[in-house]
């Protein structure tokens, strides 16, 4: 990718010519805005594009390229934190957002429980599984419909916008008609064709790691979302698959400073799965809010003994809340709120 | 599952009682005859539904459970090995099972020169990718229809029986339109949508297992294929993802062996991605068929400096020759043909 | 392993006359006080060996198995924390410890420059290698006796107690004259004659946990410790190998709870190597101590472009004392001080 | 390091300057002859040491350096296969070389029993072990000197050499008087101070590849045998850890023909450890031999059930008896013979 960084006081007038000339060239511009300067990212350059066309430009102070794989992802391209808005909800600022609620949507008495319980305990977005991808074709797979209904209903009684996976590119249309976030789990990180369809919605979407992913990969995978035009993206590390048996998964967490210095996009942490283990949520909640993450999602279960799925690693209310304060004093001491 | 295991000399008629049986329960039987014995797989059978029901039925022998969360799958319900044919190609019998081909379809006279190369080698199934699942949203991503339709044309030409790789559930009828045999491949082993709708088409399927799946995790995606009602499925093991550096993947070897002991489905190796390396294909390979696989999968290009994907690990077509007689001496020395 | 869990107000005498039977059954107790409450470890306890032998004993509560296989080192065995005597450093009670200091022992200049350091801002206890286990022949080995030495005069100088890595059996006599705690590294995580050498010397332990190594093993490579008579035994989580290839090693962040609920031993972090990158020291450390580390390992030195190993993980003076403030405010959050 | 190839034609006297250059230099020459030319490598040649100073004597071809981190280890610097002498038994030659026997040495009878039934079936070197590193400091650790001593009764009964491991640096003098091949374990792989000790002495040595040692480290591992004067060095491929729970280790296949590029030095595979699972070890020997292996090392036991050490993966005489006709149909099928 070719950058044309403009100059700080280039008038709007000249930023317009450069972007003519690059859709003269039949090429797409992407524009970032960061700390008041304009650049300018020009896909698919091809060799025979030769960078001294917009260097003489009015305007342009550089043209550059970007070492890395991931271009619009990177912090290089676009310095300045990206804020993702959820409705009324801000992740990637001072406030560390709180997602919770339970695996799997099963009724509606379940998921509103579960929602007025986070609820009270400071989250602000609601999660609750209405596709469910399981190993086994055996295993609940979810209510589909029913339960994007269930948590429609659930948010108007709360207030709480949802977040909620997708699991096929055609279900993209439908599950945004409900949610307030899509999810794209971590079995279908490198999924292409659903980044594609969820790259064109306009809802923001939850991108989590790949057990088996490097952070280049995650990286090279919200590119895809941002290449379609879908620049509201929120990461998430989750654990990933290693050679140790005592938890589930490894929650990476050198994956959340490393992230933040390599992108603009938010950073959240998923304690449950990166754990599998109840006890040992609090404790890497607090890491991970400690190491810069923006927000944790936390499996919550008014019932975790008989969860339909994921019980082991979902938090009764009461635990929820009981680990809520420590969270909030370590906030505190990374100069942030909850 | 519940399995009703028949008498040997069971009829036709007590067979079929015990299929209106499980259908008036409201439940779905699948049937294997193995050794000239009927087996009866009950699945999603309630704890309420006693095993009782079914042995005083006549010529019922025995009502057992099955151990492993894979059912159909199991070399336990199906003692038998499954055949797959491709066109008028076994996968699974005495034949090691040659194939070969491009990573991705680039033009026609590409794909026709591998093809011609690799037929007089004794391949006797083309693969091509004419979709290509990329890290990058950057990287040529296949020729999508135009590439479908190559492949068929190389096809008529050389008599060859296509497989190429699917990867969105709503591609699953186009791809079938044009090709033999359907290829889900490794970063969408997990993507439940595919694999339902691809269980649901009448085509044979290439499964390959994830780069960090495991073996179980493999078998439980083919249960996915199963249960939905196709069970003409070849596995693949193509490498998985370790902390190995100087080789692209690590080729599982041992998995050969213990798939071909837990499931009835033929297993073929991928030695191209497997190491990730030329050099290392023809010893790979050998060691394949020596460890018990049913079949190779391995890139060929004629030009492979130039080729537009994988150039690293095809083999030219002259280093692709030079490998095969080795091939057929290590197939002798296993009591099987290449 | 079996268990003589002795009655709260047992007598000395009672206690007595359990160990004489433990002894005359030609086994070895171990004895455990925890919340004034004393049990007696029998190990090796064949078969034979009946609990009823010492149930019927006055003073004795019950006896028990433990069910993991890690037995002295569990907190079952002894529920109240351990805490490791560092010359006048505690380590595992409130205050988080900070040991910091040069890969390598290099010159007296460079190692008393980062004593001093270290010191200023807080550390207790000064790390520098005499003896480098490295993966090349040809690469600096360390200063062996000479290094020793440096580290003797530099405590002397600074007060600050000394840990150092002993790298062979024979050479635990040596370095236990010199320092005061002794180092096994995490390539000597299972060098069985390495820890029982230590384990018969009278100097506490850090005990890092290998590459490769799981909780479970690390925790066995405890128990070599303890069996041989050392319980001061310090843990170290420093990063783990997995397919990840940004970072140099995965900080397993979920091992310090997990090791907190199995153990009674003290645990610590070594963020340079479990990271590789100096850029995520301060971040992974704040994790640290939010996730219950009892204290932090960091590499720091003078002039970290020209260390003699370990540059890119090393810490400059500055960005040590830059870091502090914000640990801090994390160990207050948690209730601990640093 | 520095390597000065002479001509093919050059004399001793040439090649004898070449030496008294190297040494008045301060430096150790190291001698290599391959196809009849001879190369000295300079090892730790300091920057200052100019390539002119050798590049001008007479018989001088040229003066290169070595790329890889592994010099006399590597196939560049040493281009023909070493050859490995066990006694009467060469490894690395045209015939595969069969090492058998049971994992510990138990007792006179069982460890004679296993030795006879290997011989009869073409093992050629026994293996067994005397000192056992443990993950437990309560498991059976090996008969020590009682085991060694039964190994040498067992070789003058059967004409066998030995195998057996070494696990401290201390013990390489007491083994090496014993047993004719010292072995160095995966958990020892980079236990710097054994392979000191090792590479000091005048036994041929088996260096096992750690359970999560790259193919890299590996051969810097066998680097300090050689570096250490000892050239007699045969590499183990025995299985490295990954996510795979259904078996023990995974076999790293791809290891066999890189080892063969990389190195001059003879590879052989332990299938045993490499599955865990009896039942694998047939076919992945057969791998293992049509992948190029030089030879494999197997445990057998004449009661596997009642093994005190790794019976889940130990073959009875008569399973290893019968893959034998197997595994020699491969070795002929790749010009070899076993």
Redesign the interface.
Known sequence: ?MVVVMQQEASLHEVSAVLRMVEAEGLTPRISNSSGRTSIGV??ATPELRPELFAALPGVEEVTGLKR?F?LASREFCPQDTLVHVRHVVIGAERVCLMAGPCSVETEEQTQAAAEAVLADGAQILRGGAYK??????SF?GLAVKGLEILARVRERTGLPVVTEV?????VPLVADYADMLQIGA??M?????LEAAGQCNKPVLLKR???A????LL??A??LL??GNSQVVLCERG????????RN?????????LK?LTHLPVIVDPSH??G?R??VA??S???????ADGLIVEVHHDPDHAWSDGAQSLAPQQFQAMIP?LR??A???DRSL
Chains 1, 2, 3, 4 share one sequence.
């Open positions: 990718m896909i698919n794989p271009k991808p399981r190993s086994s074709p055996y797979q699991i096929a590119p055609e279900l079995r279908n490198q999924n292409f064709a659903l790949g057990l088996m490097s952070i280049e990969e090279m995978s590119e895809y290449a379609n990933i698959r290693t050679f140790e048996t005592y938890t490894t929650l990476d967490i050198n994956a959340v400073p490393l210095q990166a754990t283990k006890d040992l404790a890497t607090r890491a991970a809010i400690a190491a810069g420590g004093r370590i505190d001491a990374v």
